[in-house]
């Protein structure tokens, strides 16, 4: 018996098959994933992800902090309002201690952390806060629906009032605007273009309903993890974690090193890895084009008996029809290894990590 | 719930087997194996001609969460494989024990399915493990 959001009533009328995610009852899916990826690789699809954690940080240090705590630059966001940053929070050693989004709103930042990494992210900000003036003020009031596809923006404006389209007219890719009680970032986990819309939970269900009468298709967490993996996104927990460098996550580019005076919990750790040639490993994108599906788990080896490679996610792209998988890899891996299946040894293609990018297969 | 078919007789590796008129006997998996393992997406059937053993190892169906062995309910020559399955792996989820039949076998024994369980004794099997 796990936390539920307030959708909880309407995924089980929907169908969901609820199971426990990060110790709350979510909806896996509603029917076949397959068709579930398919609806927002084609028209559109609506997920609950209230269960992720959304911490606003105010105060006048609130920049000052952030700059301390994360391995990317909220800086970046000082010249746009409700801009976006895709940004690790890194221990002292530099590894992962989770990916978060941060918007710049008028009177705060607002973050957003994974779900299961609730309890140590807000406890490792809240010592980090110490000499700050900084309050962290955790938004459990809020319900997070996501709408994503080709047709997701459209679907909401066609149930939002006027003002409330009016301001997702105006939305930048990875940008945020608020209007009338809804916060809503033009951002997503599935690679399709959509919305991210938080509000009170007392809105949901309504929202929820109405997205779903205009269209879009209720679509689960099995669904969420084939698309995020097909568009190449790193899932916290698999392919890094505290003992993972971004540099050896494919999350080289969200660690901004640029201003040589923000010293960055994780900094001195980064430069270390990066001074000497960098790290001996990688995350690269796998292709299994036979029969058989690629596992977090299973062994890589590439030519000349490396077999010290290892898949952290993996699974059948729908949108492919084959099997697709991110892996960490020695990097002297070239264009093709081996995995190991269950019994036997298949030919993989080497890639770089994006498999599928607005509905068009990249591999 | 899952639909459990009085005619047919059961592995509780839910694998089921349905005696034809022609003494052939088709096997596939029951509906609460198709729910279980969500959509299918490769089938690995026995080879045409080969032969099975009762209880062991027939064949593989893997879905996007997992991979399930395929244990046939009898011994006997392998008659007819679901071709089908190959374009359309999904008829396993929507037609579990029609079009989503996976294997035919020409039993060397027929009364190998004796030992099989009824629908009654696979509706226990399954309510024991939920």
Known sequence: MGQKTVLYNLHQGAGGKLVDFGGWDMPINYGSQIEEHHQVRRRAGVFDVSHMTVIDVDGSDARAYLRTLLANDVARLDHTLGKALYSCMLNPEGGVIDDVIVYRLDNCYRLVANCATRDKDLAWMAERATGFDVTLNERQELAIIAVQGPEAISKVQSIASHAQANAISGLKVFTSAQSEGWFIARTGYTGEDGLEIMLHNDQAPALWQDVVAAGAVPCGLAARDTLRLEAGMNLYGQEMDENTSPLVANLAWTVALEDPERDFIGRAAIEQQRAQQGPDTKLVGLVLRERGILRAGQNVSIAGGDTSGIITSGTFSPTLGFSIALARVPRTIGTSAEVTLRNKQVPVEVVKPGFVRHGDALV | ?130
């Open chain 2, 1 to 130: 719930m899952s639909e459990i078919r009085n005619e047919l007789k059961y592995l509780p590796s839910h694998e089921w087997a349905r005696v034809e008129e022609n003494g052939s006997v088709t096997v596939g998996i029951s509906d609460h194996a198709q729910q279980s393992l969500g959509d299918v997406v490769f089938v690995e059937t026995p080879e045409l001609g080969s032969t099975v053993s009762a209880g062991e190892e027939a064949g593989v169906v893997e879905s996007v969460k997992a991979a399930s062995d395929i244990y046939s309910p009898v011994s006997g020559e392998v008659i007819a494989i679901n071709e089908a399955l190959e374009d359309s792996p999904e008829q396993v989820n929507e037609s579990p024990y029609d079009d989503g039949w996976l294997f035919k076998v020409q039993p060397s024994d027929v009364s190998e399915l004796e030992d099989a369980l009824d629908a009654d004794g696979y509706q226990n099997a399954v309510e024991a493990e939920e």
